[in-house]
Each structure stands twice: as structure tokens, then as C-alpha cells.
């Protein structure tokens, strides 16, 4: 069964930072490409950034560039978000997605499986 849980998310000061985790079970994560989306309030979710299976990185949130990247340990299935100099857009909740294919995609419809989601919220 294929399944991906995140965690890591909370709250945090602006400007500071925080680690994502998205722990995939049921398939070998590292031959599939992995995408990050969020979703804020009153808004429509937005692709963030994506890693291949040659771990190719792909951002397709402009406002991330240069504070986000995005890694994968592939002994423990796992791919992380890390975020940093976060501000209070960046506020939302931050979900995991197997594409259905190696290669990335901003289209929601691309991916097949997705985490539960992680609440992560900027404020002093």
C-alpha cells in the first residue's frame, strides 16, 4: 500500500526555519519524482517545488527561490522540505505527492498518491 505521512511542520517566528519530512512506504520513493504543494487559507493549492528520481530539483513557486530546497535520503525513503527565512505567506498546510512518474510536474493530476498534510504557520 502505498502511502506518505509528512511531519515537521508548527509554528515558527519569521525568518526562521524549518524541516519537512515526507516518509513514503509501499514503493521505493527514490525511482518516482516527489513533489511539495501547499495550500493557504482562502486559496488554492500551489505546486512549491518538486525532485526528480535523478534528483533533479524543480521550483515552480517563485517566492521560495533561494529559502526552500528540497533533498532525499533514500535509505530511509524519505524526502525533506527545508525551508528557510520563512515569512507569514508562507503560512499553510504543506502536503507530499508520488507523481505518477519519474519526471516533475506542477499538475496536481500528475501525482497519485498524497500525505495528510503538515500544518506550518509564520507568526511572531
Known amino acids: 500500500q502505498v502511502q506518505l505521512v509528512e511531519s515537521g511542520g508548527g509554528l515558527v517566528r519569521p525568518g526562521g526555519s524549518l524541516t519537512l519530512s515526507c516518509e513514503a512506504s509501499g514503493f521505493q520513493s527514490r525511482y518516482y519524482a516527489i513533489g511539495w504543494f501547499r495550500q493557504a487559507p482562502r486559496k488554492d493549492s500551489e505546486a512549491v517545488l518538486c525532485i526528480s528520481n535523478s534528483d533533479g530539483i524543480t521550483y515552480y513557486a517563485d517566492s521560495v527561490k533561494g529559502r526552500f530546497t528540497i533533498t532525499r535520503d533514500n535509505a530511509k525513503n524519505t524526502v525533506y522540505l527545508q525551508m528557510s527565512t520563512l515569512e507569514p505567506e508562507d503560512k499553510a498546510v504543506y502536503y507530499c505527492?508520488?507523481?505518477?512518474?519519474?519526471?516533475?510536474?506542477?499538475?496536481?493530476?500528475?501525482?497519485?498518491?498524497w500525505g495528510q498534510g503538515t500544518q506550518v504557520t509564520v507568526s511572531s
Open positions: 505527492a508520488v507523481a505518477t512518474n519519474y519526471y516533475c510536474s506542477h499538475y496536481a493530476s500528475d501525482f497519485r498518491s
